[in-house]
């Protein structure tokens, strides 16, 4: 029987790490040896090794996508490895490591030879000449250095070859050789390297030689950047039109705040009528004149060129905007700019992939002909077949919304609050959201309100519990509610899920009790909200939120009815251990 320490970290520090540490403490027991794992995550570090437990032990395993500081082992063996394979199949982790004469677990390429060993993207300004030329450079310098590549060009017509989800994961090292800023949210906990694409374009081999010894992994510095990591990989997990509709959400949500924001100041200092007339040349009525005649009226323009540009990459931009805007004039508000936006797209991306005018003439597609007959077919589409019915729709959803009261509003809160607990920002979570956020645009605030509500009640509700409940919650967990308590004043949901990482069946239904009371309550009361986000930050400025006494009241009851919940559903800490 071996005595094993373990170490396992992710760059969220939350699903991977504890996933981890539970499949090695199974088939540690499993196998007839102890086990003691630490998880280093975004709350803390939790079973941490003591000095005792790395001098009785046999052997070192760390299991993480991040920097692991080894210094306190000392002389001990380490073996070292990425968390999939510890996931995946512990048992065979644990029995390699016993007994396998190198110090590292087997990298995720050498699991599944059928994926490169290294992925890469190149950009250029113009995204033709150089971007293709660091290409052939880093193709042929893996296979100078005998390794197999993956090469994802952004270029002038899109994103050509692109990467895989499952190639990144698989992939032991990112190249990055770029002149351009690159997206790299989904290469969170990867080692990356990054150059510009002169180094990839004049030797290959000694750049890629480079790369293998001197990629790092960008490590999380605090609780910001790690929930910021959380979105990352929420992000990267999205496919299809999800993922298309929550990128042009993503992009929308900047011109909403600023815009709600401006009107909510213009009514503040001009009173409810400050559009009028009467009142025009004043700061009210010029501050409501930027937030609604500027600000909202960009947003289903940028919510249609975004998705767009998500489906078709930036030759999609143009005819999506232009759509958007298109299904603002005719009336058919955000309904009109996803439809909009998902038309542009699969038709530049049609277009792209069908019209091939070598690669010399390529930069005329993105600036001439993508844009032109996009943004024609998308036009004609919105006005004669698309734009009526899809307003027709919108109006019918905003009186029967504006209409609610009684049962059937409540009804509605306690569908959009249990929706954003389910999975605290994920698909679920931001069907909700993205439903209340377009409303915006039609004058309908009621559901805002109640989701903003929603969402700020589990980490809050998880910070009240840590607090008045401790023997529910481990010595990490109740420093971490600290944390958690500035995340859930900042509408960041997000905050909640290394609790419910932990321990799903307890908590995940606490979440959900308490954001199904705070989105029923807003609802009944006729709270109303005209910013899509901010938390309590925007509670004080004047008109941004209708009814705010009764505002109020449903996120106390909301935060509280979660605590309560936490404390019938989970087991003392002592008792549970």
């Excluded at 308490?514 to 005209?530: D, E, I, K, N």
């Amino acid at each position: 029987m071996a005595r094993i320490v373990a170490v396992t970290a992710c760059p969220t520090g939350i699903a991977h790490t504890f996933m981890a540490a539970e499949a090695l403490e199974q088939a540690a027991a499993r196998l007839g040896h102890t086990i003691r794992v630490e998880t280093q995550g975004s709350v803390g570090t939790r079973n941490t090794l003591s000095d005792a437990d790395i001098a009785a032990a046999d052997l070192v395993i760390i299991a993480a996508d991040t920097q692991v500081d080894k210094t306190r082992f000392g002389a001990k063996r380490i073996v070292e490895g990425p968390t999939a394979p510890a996931i995946r199949d512990a048992d065979s982790v644990i029995r390699q490591a016993l007994g396998a004469a190198p110090a590292t677990m087997p990298s995720a390429a050498a699991r599944n030879p059928a994926m490169p060993q290294i992925v890469a993207i190149t950009s250029c300004p113009t995204g033709i000449a150089h971007t293709f030329m660091a290409a052939e450079g880093l193709e042929g310098g893996a296979k100078a250095v005998g390794r197999t590549i993956k090469v994802e060009t952004q270029g002038s017509v899109g994103a050509q070859n692109a990467l895989t989800a499952d190639e990144i994961a698989n992939a032991e090292i990112v190249v990055i050789a770029a002149d351009t800023k690159v997206d790299k949210s989904r290469f969170a906990g990867k080692r990356i390297y990054e150059t510009n694409t002169k180094a990839a374009i004049n030797d290959g081999a000694a750049l890629i030689r480079t790369a293998l010894t001197e990629a790092r992994v960008a490590a999380a510095t605090d609780m910001a950047d790690k929930v910021k990591d959380v979105k990352a990989q929420q992000s990267a997990a999205r496919t299809g039109a999800y993922k298309h509709l929550m990128t042009g959400v993503s992009f929308m949500i900047p011109f909403v705040v600023a815009g709600g924001l401006l009107i909510a100041l213009g009514f503040a200092l001009g009173g409810i009528y400050v559009y009028d007339d009467a009142h025009k040349g004043t700061l009210g009525w010029t501050l409501f004149t930027i937030g609604a005649k500027s600000g909202f009226a960009l947003m289903v323009p940028i919510l249609a060129g975004y998705i767009a540009h998500s489906i078709a990459d930036r030759p999609g931009l143009a005819p999506g905007m232009i759509g958007g805007m298109i299904a603002a004039s005719i009336g058919s508000g955000f309904l009109g700019g996803i439809a909009a936006g998902f038309l542009a797209g699969y038709t530049v991306k049609f277009l792209n992939d069908k019209i091939q005018l070598g690669r010399n003439l390529d930069g005329l597609k993105p600036v001439l002909i993508l844009p032109l007959l996009g943004t024609t077919i998308v036009g004609l589409l919105m006005y004669y077949v698309v734009g009526e019915p899809v307003a027709a729709v919108l109006g019918a959803i905003t009186a029967w919304l504006k209409g609610l009261q009684g049962s059937s509003a409540v009804f509605l809160g306690l569908l959009l609050g249990s929706m954003m607990a389910f999975d605290m920002g994920g698909p679920i979570n931001k069907a909700a959201y993205a439903f209340a956020t377009g409303l915006l645009g039609s004058d309908v605030f009621a559901p805002m309100a109640a989701v903003m509500a929603a969402g700020m009640t589990p980490p809050l509700g998880i910070a009240l519990a840590t607090m008045l409940f401790k023997n529910r919650f481990s010595e990490d967990e109740r420093e971490a509610g600290k944390a958690t308590a500035v995340l859930g004043i900042s509408f960041i949901t997000e905050g909640a899920i290394p609790f419910a990482a932990k321990d799903p069946l307890r908590v995940i239904p606490a979440l959900m009790a308490g954001s199904a009371t705070a989105g029923a309550l807003s609802m009944v009361l006729g709270c109303t909200l005209r910013v899509p986000h901010g938390g309590v930050f925007v509670l004080p400025i004047p008109n941004a939120v209708g009814n705010l006494g009764g505002y109020i009241v449903a996120l106390l009851a909301g935060t509280a009815v979660t605590a309560l919940a936490l404390y019938a559903l989970k087991k003392p800490v002592e008792a549970a251990a």
